[in-house]
Nanobody
Framework: QVQLAESGGGLVQSGGSVKLSCAASGGTFSTFAMGWFRQAPGKEREFVATISTSSGNTRYADSVKGRFTISRDNGKKTVYLQMNSLKPEDTAVYYC???????????????WGQGTQVTVSS
């Protein structure tokens, strides 16, 4: 059974930076494509970024392109999301997810973390 645990969220001022981490246990982390999604209050969960098994391919939502960077360390079984130039509209619960293919869609991911809150104050 694969378990994912996010950390690193918190309160940050607009324009600031936060780095989220997602540590995996169980399963073979290096075989999973990993993604980050977010959900703001009253809104549906949305795609943020995804990374392939070997970090060779990454994809980003247009809303975060150029500001966020996804990366992974297969040796540490951890995926990261570096978030720079944060805006109040980035406020959400951020979830990491693992699946068997690179995808923009939440239904393609089989494993999910519990989420970590990121709040950006204006």
């Amino acid at each position: 059974q694969v378990q994912l645990a996010e950390s690193g969220g918190g309160l940050v001022q607009s324009g600031g930076s936060v780095k989220l981490s997602c540590a995996a246990s169980g399963g073979t982390f290096s075989t999973f494509a990993m993604g980050w999604f977010r959900q703001a209050p009253g809104k549906e969960r949305e795609f943020v970024a995804t990374i392939s098994t070997s970090s060779g391919n990454t994809r980003y939502a247009d809303s975060v392109k150029g500001r966020f960077t996804i990366s992974r360390d297969n040796g540490k079984k951890t995926v990261y999301l570096q978030m720079n130039s944060l805006k109040p509209e980035d406020t959400a619960v951020y979830y990491c997810a693992g699946g068997y293919r690179l995808s923009y869609y939440s239904w393609d991911y089989d494993y999910w973390g519990q989420g970590t809150q990121v709040t950006v104050s204006s």
